[in-house]
T-cell receptor, first 109, second 114 residues
């Protein structure tokens, strides 16, 4: 697998449901970040989780990090149509961020 | 809230022409980065810059690319002779530390090479 590989590649859910996206990586990291990108637009920072943290919350977002499995998950609770976007994890490797391939989330109203 | 800005938002150029993409990082940040995203693909690291020199560059960042901090506020990416495959979204980012912290991204410049 590549550094920063998300699954699923695409996810379609109904408004109000929870959405879970996973990210796996290969090398040791200092931190992992999740970003959102609306179609053709810029990157919006969601959460940064450090290697010594296991879970972080921000509003409807919950991120977990399991460094032993080299994986992270992003949970969006009570999804809304406005959450429709691509979601990327990014891991810091040698002072730069390596982005994953992204999960395209579609929330149906 | 401070933010990274980029200009222009969209640049169209002819193949072989030179383009300069501009970024204004967050004012107290010391580390600057360029990334690119080809349509439908993932975001790729191009180069990092600190103390007026390149800290690291990827294989993508070949001799046609250069970066500069011409004054105290701007950070530029120059592509000397554009190719069709340079068409992409280019993101600038800045951070106040080299590692372990958030990189703040600009809104991007969409470069279209015809």
């Amino acid at each position: 697998s590549q550094q920063g590989e998300e699954d699923p590649q695409a996810l379609s859910i109904q408004e109000g449901e929870n959405a879970t996206m996973n990210c796996s990586y290969k090398t040791s990291i200092n931190n992992l970040q999740w970003y959102r990108q609306n179609s053709g637009r810029g990157l919006v920072h969601l959460i940064l989780i450090r290697s010594n943290e296991r879970e972080k919350h921000s509003g409807r977002l919950r991120v977990t990090l399991d460094t032993s499995k080299k994986s992270s998950s992003l949970l969006i609770t009570a999804s809304r149509a406005a959450d429709t976007a691509s979601y990327f994890c990014a891991t810091d490797v040698s002072y730069k961020y390596i982005f994953g391939t992204g999960t395209r989330l579609k929330v149906l109203a | 809230e401070p933010e990274v800005t980029q200009t222009p938002s969209h640049q169209v150029t002819q193949m072989g022409q030179e383009v300069i993409l501009r970024c204004v990082p967050i004012s107290n940040h010391l580390y600057f980065y360029w990334y690119r995203q080809i349509l439908g693909q993932k975001v790729e690291f191009l180069v990092s810059f600190y103390n007026n020199e390149i800290s690291e560059k990827s294989e993508i960042f070949d001799d046609q690319f250069s970066v500069e901090r011409p004054d105290g506020s701007n950070f530029t990416l120059k592509i000397r002779s554009t190719k069709l495959e340079d068409s992409a979204m280019y993101f600038c980012a800045s951070s106040d530390t080299l590692a372990g912290d958030e990189q703040f991204f600009g809104p991007g410049t969409r470069l279209t090479v015809l």
